[in-house]
């Protein structure tokens, strides 16, 4: 990945219009529709608001501690009092964030093999396509950002969860009395998922095709939970760039090496970075013009005396 490309960890959930449960999302859905993994209620979603929440994302990962200005700080602006996350990757895994139907959790991660929980060599290329692969299991994958996104955020770049994997087909669902079949997308036949594993294989026609978690978990009548997934983005987000900008109440110029914290006048010190000089008061000092006239006529009068000249 280019220096400048970062990625986000994610979980994400909405509340359901009929049962009122925080349902996990699983992916980028883009599509204007949600399933609620709970009551299995399919429903509209407004696609806008993603764009606040991948924001805030981009925000959190790029802020993010251990270091209080985040993963690449100004040279000469000093964010770290002001920055809103600094405790994300120090003493917080995520920050939160809902506007009341979208939930969102965020902080710095890296794509893992859900078989082997090893990070995954990932390559991005072009139209938003990323390929992975497992170092351990080999296992490799395709995952592909939905050209609606371009329009929600402009850094996000690339994606990798279950709802935007790309190469593989996904399974037929259908209600019948109630419960969930699945059915396979090359032969048609009931398929019986097998363990836990996303991708299950058709015993009748061999064809490999992807399993949403959501539904794993609901055929098993467990409690669904928000599944962690991965956004690749770019670039300084709009939250460090309103924090660096000038004339803000968060940005404060420091030196090159940020040793040093300027002030024009009287400031609180507190608990702020860096070793402070003290203010330097604009115009004359006539106190220490005074004192410097009174002490040199002093010297005169004793070197006079001294001398007897």
């Excluded at 986000?8 to 980028?28: K, Q, Y």
């Excluded at 770019?234 to 900008?245: D, F, H, I, Q, Y």
Aim: net charge neutral.
């Amino acid at each position: 990945m280019p220096e400048d490309f970062f990625w986000v960890a994610v979980r994400t959930g909405f509340t359901c219009n009929s049962c009122r449960f925080l349902a996990p999302l699983d992916g980028l859905d883009v599509d204007g529709a949600v399933e609620c993994a709970q009551c299995g209620l399919r429903q509209r979603f407004d696609v806008p608001l993603w764009s606040n929440a991948l924001k805030f994302a981009h925000g959190v990962a790029d802020l993010a501690g251990p270091h209080p200005e985040g993963r690449a700080p100004h040279p000469s602006v000093w964010v770290g009092t002001e920055n809103p996350y600094k405790a994300v990757g120090d003493t917080k895994t995520m920050e939160e964030a809902s506007d009341g139907m979208l939930q969102i959790a965020a902080g710095p991660g890296h794509p893992v093999c859900h078989k082997c929980a090893l990070p995954l060599a990932a390559a991005l290329g072009p139209q938003g396509v990323v390929t992975t692969q497992c170092s351990k299991c080999g296992e490799r994958a395709t995952w592909q950002l939905p050209p609606e996104a371009a329009n929600l955020h402009e850094a996000l770049v690339g994606v990798v969860s279950d709802e935007n994997r790309s190469d593989r087909p996904r399974v037929l669902a259908s209600m019948e009395a109630g419960a969930t079949s699945l059915k396979c997308p090359g032969c048609g036949a009931p398929l019986k998922v097998q363990g836990e594993d996303g991708v299950q294989t058709c015993p009748y026609c061999s064809v490999s095709a992807i399993v949403p978690w959501r539904r794993i978990v609901r055929m098993r009548n467990e409690v669904p939970a928000p599944e962690v997934w991965w956004l690749l983005m770019r670039g300084p987000s709009l939250k460090r760039l309103t924090l660096e900008a000038p004339g803000a109440a968060s940005a404060t110029t420091m030196s090159a090496k940020k040793l040093i914290r300027r002030t024009d006048g009287p400031s609180d010190i507190s608990n702020d970075a860096g070793v402070h000089e003290a203010p330097i008061p604009p115009g004359p000092n006539w106190p220490q013009i005074l004192f410097t006239v009174v002490a040199g006529l002093i010297a005169l009068a004793i070197g006079y005396l001294v001398t007897g000249r």
